[in-house]
T-cell receptor
Framework: KAGVTQTPRYLIKTRGQQVTLSCSPI?????VSWYQQTPGQGLQFLFE???????NKGNFPGRFSGRQFSNSRSEMNVSTLELGDSALYLC???????????FGPGTRLTVT | AQSVSQHNHHVILSEAASLELGCNYS??????LFWYVQYPGQHLQLLLK??????LVKGIKGFEAEFIKSKFSFNLRKPSVQWSDTAEYFC??????????FGAGTRLTVKP
């Protein structure tokens, strides 16, 4: 079974731009969660989607948004990028509610 | 809101030493508990999980963890570490709202 895939793997953007990251979960997994990982803050929960509905959202500004499609693939969007948004963005999928999560390799976003 | 505390930021051990990494959480309801590991340059991987039943759970690569409900703890142990265990270890808690929270991580360095 293929694992969680994320595209692109690396991205460089400038302040003020917007970015869209993509995640394809493991086949059959309906829950997709997104995290931001930085050396100073560790892993911080962004949001979680299940069957195209956002079920949970972490403490991030409205510039961070996401969506999930009917095939469970998910995208997250960050608008008006700031330097502090530079991080590794991780996507994780799980079979269902409260199950263990399987992580993708992440997208390394650098904002200059 | 639930939170997870990992007491040790960086642990340095020699090969064959015993390991115990502390994890405490604050959450009043039923929780699922996880330990994840991130080897250098690799994805986050699940080491072990606790949902219910025997509070002593065994994971991959000889790791185990004990859930002590009265102490809100889920400490990770390994009797004899190897150089290949060098990695970052994350404790995670998932409560009734399926809002997975991760600890800040403990970096383990094993000296050969």
């Amino acid at each position: 079974k293929a694992g969680v895939t994320q595209t692109p793997r690396y991205l460089i953007k400038t302040r003020g731009q917007q970015v869209t990251l993509s995640c394809s979960p493991i086949s059959g997994h309906r829950s997709v969660s997104w995290y931001q990982q930085t050396p100073g803050q560790g892993l911080q929960f962004l949001f979680e989607y299940f069957s195209e509905t956002q079920r949970n959202k972490g403490n991030f500004p409205g510039r961070f948004s996401g969506r999930q499609f009917s095939n469970s693939r998910s995208e997250m969007n960050v608008s008006t990028l700031e330097l502090g948004d530079s991080a590794l963005y991780l996507c994780a999928s799980s079979l269902g509610w409260r199950d263990e999560q399987y992580f993708g390799p992440g997208t390394r976003l650098t904002v200059t | 809101a639930q939170s997870v505390s990992q007491h040790n930021h960086h642990v340095i051990l020699s090969e064959a030493a015993s390991l115990e990494l502390g994890c405490n959480y604050s959450y009043g309801g039923t929780v699922n508990l996880f330990w994840y590991v991130q080897y250098p340059g690799q994805h986050l991987q699940l080491l072990l999980k606790y949902f219910s039943g025997d509070p002593l759970v065994k994971g991959i690569k000889g790791f185990e963890a004990e859930f002590i409900k009265s102490k809100f703890s889920f400490n990770l142990r390994k009797p004899s570490v190897q150089w290949s265990d060098t990695a970052e270890y994350f404790c995670a808690v998932n409560g009734n709202n399926n809002d997975m929270r991760f600890g800040a991580g403990t970096r383990l360095t094993v000296k050969p």
